[in-house]
């Protein structure tokens, strides 16, 4: 981790001129969302431990913004308690299991399949084979900088090198277009409804600071949490016509 005096001037950089900066490197080299994945890990660098630095650099809002927004954390975002074990991997893969996966990857996975009739089983989520995976030494699943050690090490024997040693290639959804594009006059309106702000508990100024940066294409300005917000004013409008239908 750096030392006070780096990590200060780490946060004294804009991350949008960050972004600007990173322009000189070619686009098939330069890294998605730059000023974004910046702001994520300056505050990561600067969390209390590295639980609280999992937390900063894999949630959509760190917990200063969550606070500029709403005034308080929710429970998952709390402050953590030092690590009482150094098995890292492992308490991150619980993290893991318990946010990201539960509250993401299979719950999109489980719409997107029971919309069309279909019942989907994921087997590397078999019991025996998790408790396996966790209790596994950290170098057969991060070996020489390499991850999923282990795995690769078994798919080598039936699948070519090509496919289970290129890099990582994610499915995201082109929120920031929906947005500039389909939802814009959404969000334009949203800034203006404080009674709905106040109703769901956030700070008004933040969040139109948050969607006028967004909307004169900030880098820094994340789509992911713009969707959130925009998916809370949607929630609210929609529990209001239920209760007074």
Known sequence: MPGRGALALLGRFDPDVVARWARVIPASRRPTNLAVKFEKAVRALGA???????????????????????GQLPERLAPLPPPASDRRLAA??????????????????DRASMSQGLEVRVPFLDTNL???????PDHFK?????????????LDRYVPPALTH???????????????????????????RTEVQEALGIDAAPMRKLIDHFLTNR???????VWHLYILHAWHDRWMDNAHA
Not at 130 to 136: C, D
């Open 48 to 70: 209390a431990n590295w639980q609280n630095s999992f937390h900063e650099a894999s949630s959509v809002a760190g917990r200063a913004q969550v606070m500029a927004l709403c």
């Open 92 to 109: 991150l893969s619980l993290i893991d299991l318990h946010t990201y996966l539960e509250g993401d990857i299979l719950v999109k996975m």
């Open 130 to 136: 998790v408790s396996f995976a966790l209790a596994l």
């Open 219 to 225: 880098p820094s300005a994340d789509a992911a949490l």
């Open 142 to 154: 991060i070996h020489g900088g390499r991850p999923k050690y282990l795995l690769r090490r078994l």
């Open 166 to 192: 290129r890099p990582k290639q994610g499915f995201a959804l082109p929120l920031a277009d929906w947005l500039h594009t389909t939802l814009r006059p959404a969000l334009e309106d949203m800034v203006h």
